[in-house]
């Protein structure tokens, strides 16, 4: 395949001189790009991966209508995967990992990644936790609370970072989203990367390409995963869009339209006048 143009941005020299810094108090680094749509039959064509082994997830993520939650820096999102099991995170970020308390930093189920996308960084802080799927499904179908599948843990962290209006239980569901993930090993880079492809109702869709490495390795791997992408065909694009923030956007607007409809159809239900009923007629004897 020819090389395609990489038309990405790069990070300024400020900005990598921050993300050395950062990330040598993480635990982890994601280095993620976003594909173009109409780029994405080549891409996945162009990698050595088999669609037909994607692993299929569904999505469930909570905030309110206009995405108060995501504005004060807080993701709260189920995920069901297949054999029954599924997983919860309450996720902060943007986070600087020395305003962390010992006491979550510390824990097993804490985790501090620092994500890499062309032009940009972000460190965020994910407190995970494991559920059933068929407790997910009750949780979307208003059966269970949203807290009855989170952690002791994941409720703590919630209610120290989330404002105080925002109760976790009147969260509003957005989703869900299915998705397809896919696992492949590339040979020159000698690691795993992974293709996630989101599916939305209305047909769009939203496809990512990511590898994970340890801190100190991000600048040599992101370098290098870059170059592989390019030499594949595969175009990365300046602008990117994230998987969160596309999910939480979409169904926002979704339910701002849903909101907008029910509101004109009200309108219209004052204006019309009520109907009269018919009037009675009077019985007319018969003249025998």
Not at 28 to 33: D, G, L, P
Not at 244 to 268: D, N, P
Request: hydrophobic share 40%.
């Amino acid at each position: 395949m020819t090389k395609t143009p990489d038309t990405a941005r790069r990070l300024s020299d400020a900005q990598f001189s921050a993300l050395l810094e950062l990330i040598h108090d993480v635990d982890s680094v994601e280095i993620k790009t976003s594909i173009p749509a109409d780029e994405h039959r080549a891409t996945i064509s162009g990698l050595p991966l088999d669609p037909v082994e994607a692993e299929p997830r569904q999505v469930f993520f909570f905030d309110t209508p206009g995405l108060a939650l995501n504005r004060a820096g807080l993701v709260v999102r189920a995920r069901r995967v297949p054999g029954g099991g599924a997983d919860t995170v309450v996720k902060l970020r943007p986070v600087l990992p020395s305003e962390l308390p010992d006491s979550i930093r510390h824990s097993g189920s804490f985790k501090l990644e620092v994500d890499i996308v062309p032009g940009g960084f972000v460190c965020s802080g994910s407190l995970k936790g494991k559920a059933k799927g068929e407790e997910v499904r009750a949780v979307a179908a208003g059966e269970m609370r949203l807290s009855q599948i989170l952690s002791k843990e994941q409720r703590a962290f919630y209610r120290q970072h989330a404002p105080r209006e925002l109760a976790l239980d009147a969260l509003t569901l957005l989703g869900p989203t299915f998705t397809l993930k896919s696992a492949f090993w590339v040979k020159q880079l000698d690691r795993k990367m992974v293709a996630e492809m989101w599916l939305y109702p209305d047909g769009s869709r939203l496809l990512e390409l990511s590898t994970k490495c340890l801190p100190a390795q991000s600048p040599v791997v992101a370098a290098e995963t870059r170059r592989y992408l390019a030499s594949c065909g595969v175009t990365i694009s300046s602008i990117q869009q994230t998987k969160t923030r596309m999910a939480l956007e979409f169904y926002s607007a979704q339910l701002k339209k849903v909101s907008q409809i029910q509101t004109a159809q009200l309108k219209r239900s004052r204006k019309t006048p009520a109907a009269r009923p018919p009037a009675k007629r009077r019985a007319v004897a018969q003249k025998s």
